[in-house]
């Protein structure tokens, strides 16, 4: 009895800011309450640096952030900004602060990250000062980095969107080598055998390839092709007979508020396309506002945050577990508030709870709908190309729940399974709007059946 009695008036002193009570506090462990009293005295000097341990050794980095930027900036080690800032995101503020450590490793770190946003001038910089101070062991390691550095340099400044696209399809050219199978061969049965092989192998489908190999096989004999190259030109045409419905524009922003809802499995890269996507519109003059209505875990809220930072877009969050149609509908208020242009709504896909999915969706859906007259400018399903024709079978779920107006195909870059693009436009009948061919902020472009059927078959 006498210990309760002690406790609570203890915790009362603490919530009255009592800094002896707040230690004690912490030394038993009640780490949380002592934050939460603290965040009630951020304004006090003396407690200040207290909060900012707590968080630091919780490893609430974003708050600790707060703290830095709000209040006091020297609450905080240069090592310990340069953790914070790269945790929140600010990789450039992060590089800045690695840099006046100046040791060769934090050199290091700060020209990767300047790479990582595309400061490579600046990168190259600071790795040149890395190179005066580091251990002759280590130095062909960081010699490796600045090579590297150097020819993305070059390389950067001139990749067109095709090379890019050349460069997502990579893997899936090197599975089926069409190159190679279409050299200069005699067209005969070996050829239509070895094709039908190497569509299986490119995720096209087994009946597909069977349907496609067949086709060709009877317009070589009825146009009596008799070089290879005549039928590669039969070959893409068949190719894009399958896939013509199938490329389709991205609606641009219109009038008033444009919304683009995103919908998939979870990894399937919303949040990375919705940060790409974000950096163009951005870049294009729009005010965009971001909504994190996959309040499911907070690690997904905040990497949306890091990708509203990166972009320049704003950020509409809740606390984790909100209900995500909630968050919809504060975000929309916001817009209309504050004049975005342009909202982008990220969305947890937990396929493994698929009626509550299709439920939590269609009440977004129905906010959207009760704000605006108009349905959203564009319902996008993301999907991972390495997963293949895999992917059709969630995307059905999702299209059970909402209309789709496009599909965004991600990861091309990191699939050997391009060919998938023709079941998944076959069985779905939605227009592939979008590719993600790499994960930086440039990788995503739009899907043209003509160019992308002549690249994977080039
Ligand atoms: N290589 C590659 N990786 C991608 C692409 N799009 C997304 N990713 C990666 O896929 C992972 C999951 O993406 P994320 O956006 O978090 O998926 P979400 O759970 O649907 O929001 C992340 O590591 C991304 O960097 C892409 O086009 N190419
Ligand atoms: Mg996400």
């Known amino acids: 009895m006498v210990l309760f009695w002690r406790k609570t008036q203890e915790e009362k002193l603490a919530e009255q800011g009592d800094k002896n009570a707040i230690l004690s506090l912490i030394e038993k462990g009640k780490r949380e309450k002592a934050i939460h009293i603290l965040e009630n005295f951020k304004e006090n000097p003396e407690l200040r640096?207290?909060?900012?341990?707590?968080?630091?050794?919780?490893?609430?980095?974003?708050?600790?952030?707060?703290?830095?930027?709000?209040?006091?900036?020297?609450?905080?080690?240069?090592?310990?900004?340069?953790?914070?800032?790269?945790?929140?995101?600010?990789?450039?503020?992060?590089?800045?602060?690695?840099?006046?450590?100046?040791?060769?490793?934090?050199?290091?770190?700060?020209?990767?990250?300047?790479?990582?946003?595309?400061?490579?001038?600046?990168?190259?910089?600071v790795l040149n000062r890395a190179l005066k101070v580091v251990p002759a062991i280590k130095r062909q390691e960081l010699e490796e980095h600045i090579n590297r550095i150097r020819e993305e340099l070059g390389f950067v400044q001139k990749e067109s969107l095709i090379e890019r696209l050349r460069r997502g399809l990579k893997k899936t050219k090197e599975a089926v080598e069409f190159g190679l199978l279409f050299a200069g061969?005699?067209?005969?049965?070996?050829?239509?055998?070895?094709?039908?092989?190497?569509?299986?192998?490119?995720?096209?489908?087994?009946?597909?390839?069977?349907?496609?190999?067949?086709?060709?096989?009877?317009?070589?004999?009825?146009?009596?092709?008799?070089?290879?190259?005549?039928?590669?030109?039969?070959?893409?045409?068949?190719?894009?007979?399958?896939?013509?419905?199938?490329?389709g524009k991205l609606a641009d922003p219109h009038e008033g508020i444009s919304v683009y809802l995103f919908l998939g499995v979870n990894g399937s890269g919303k949040t990375t396309t919705i940060g790409k996507m974000a950096h163009r519109f951005v870049r294009d003059g729009h005010r965009v506002l971001l909504c994190a209505a996959d309040t499911f875990r907070s690690a997904?809220?905040?990497q949306l945050e890091v990708w509203a930072q990166r972009s320049g877009a704003g950020l509409h969050k809740k606390h984790e577990?909100?209900?995500?149609?909630?968050?919809?509908?504060?975000?929309?208020?916001?817009?209309?508030?504050?004049?975005?242009?342009?909202?982008?709504?990220?969305?947890?896909?937990?396929?493994?709870?698929?009626?509550?999915?299709?439920?939590?969706?269609r009440k977004v859906r129905d906010v959207i709908k009760r704000f605006l007259p108009e349905e959203p400018t564009e319902t996008l399903l993301v999907l991972d190309a390495t997963i293949g024709q895999n992917s059709i079978a969630q995307a059905r779920v999702f299209k059970e729940a909402v209309d789709i107006t496009g599909i965004v195909l991600t990861k091309l870059d990191g699939s050997a399974k391009g060919g998938a693009v023709i079941p998944i436009c076959k069985e779905l009948r939605v227009p592939i709007k979008l590719i993600g061919v790499g994960e930086g902020i440039e990788d995503l472009q739009p899907f043209d059946a003509q160019v992308f059927v002549e690249e994977l078959t080039s």
């Not at 069977?210 to 030109?233: C, G, H, P, Q």
């Not at 504050?338 to 509550?356: C, F, S, W």
Request: net charge negative.
């Open 49 to 125: 640096p207290i909060l900012y341990r707590l968080y630091m050794e919780e490893g609430k980095y974003y708050y600790a952030y707060q703290l830095i930027e709000h209040y006091d900036p020297n609450l905080a080690t240069t090592k310990e900004k340069a953790l914070i800032y790269e945790r929140v995101g600010e990789l450039e503020k992060s590089a800045a602060e690695y840099a006046k450590l100046g040791d060769w490793e934090s050199l290091l770190k700060a020209g990767l990250l300047l790479k990582q946003v595309s400061r490579y001038e600046q990168a190259l910089e």
């Open 185 to 247: 061969r005699k067209v005969d049965e070996t050829l239509f055998e070895e094709l039908e092989e190497k569509l299986i192998r490119a995720d096209v489908g087994s009946k597909t390839s069977l349907v496609i190999a067949d086709s060709l096989r009877k317009e070589a004999i009825r146009r009596n092709i008799k070089t290879s190259d005549e039928l590669l030109k039969l070959l893409r045409q068949e190719l894009l007979s399958y896939l013509n419905g199938c490329s």
């Open 300 to 302: 997904a809220i905040e």
């Open 321 to 361: 577990g909100a209900d995500p149609a909630s968050v919809v509908y504060e975000t929309l208020q916001r817009a209309k508030d504050e004049g975005y242009q342009v909202v982008m709504i990220d969305t947890a896909g937990r396929l493994h709870t698929k009626e509550p999915l299709v439920k939590e969706l």
